[in-house]
């Protein structure tokens, strides 16, 4: 099932999710559900707040990246993470978002992290990733915090995009998937 990707503005991507209960509901069917909604929307990454959906859960893709091979094999299903540690330089990417379409800007994220997470077969698993599948994790993880990445551009930035957010929160910005708008009329 291909879900409509929550844009800015809805409330759901400021708030911090809730743990999933292990048995509460049919969590690989929900990943595949995610997986199906991210790859109609061209993405490689979502979380459960971008469909609407305030839990603790996150899927990534990374192998339809085909310029950068160290993400061949990266396709991953995250219930309930922790980052643990985040060490190692920052360095800056430029970075976007299904639930702010159109919009890229470049984002300073710490090169390594520590996490621990279930998998979709309950499975816990602490582990490190470092570079893009890093920063992957890290923009997906910053969702189920409440946290998207225009957090992290200077005031200015951030006002010189107020227009283009206030569209996108009103449903006026252009996108090839399914959008639900918190202001659309």
């Not at 999710?17 to 790859?39: L, P, Q, R, S």
């Not at 490689?44 to 061949?72: H, M, Y």
Request: net charge negative; with cysteine.
């Amino acid at each position: 099932m291909v879900y409509p990707i929550v844009m800015y503005g809805d409330p759901v991507l400021r708030k911090k999710a809730k743990d999933i209960v292990k048995g509460e509901m049919d969590v690989k069917a929900f990943a595949e559900d995610m997986f199906e909604t991210m790859a109609a929307a061209h993405g490689i990454g979502l979380a459960a707040p971008q469909i609407g959906k305030s839990i603790r859960f996150f899927v990534v893709d990374g192998t339809v990246l085909e310029e950068k091979p160290e993400l061949k094999d990266f396709r991953k299903i995250f219930i309930n993470p922790i980052i643990l540690e985040e060490t190692g330089e920052e360095w800056d990417f430029e970075e976007g978002c299904l639930s702010i379409p159109n919009i890229r800007e470049d984002v300073w994220r710490q090169e390594r992290i520590r996490i621990r997470y279930f998998d979709e077969n309950w499975v816990q698993h602490e582990e490190e990733f470092d570079d893009m599948k890093a920063r992957i994790i890290q923009h997906e993880y910053d969702h189920i915090e409440g946290k998207l990445f225009i957090d992290y551009l200077t005031p200015l930035k951030k006002k010189i995009l107020k227009g283009k957010l206030a569209d996108i929160s009103k449903g006026d910005v252009d996108t090839e998937y399914r959008i639900l708008a918190p202001l659309r009329k």
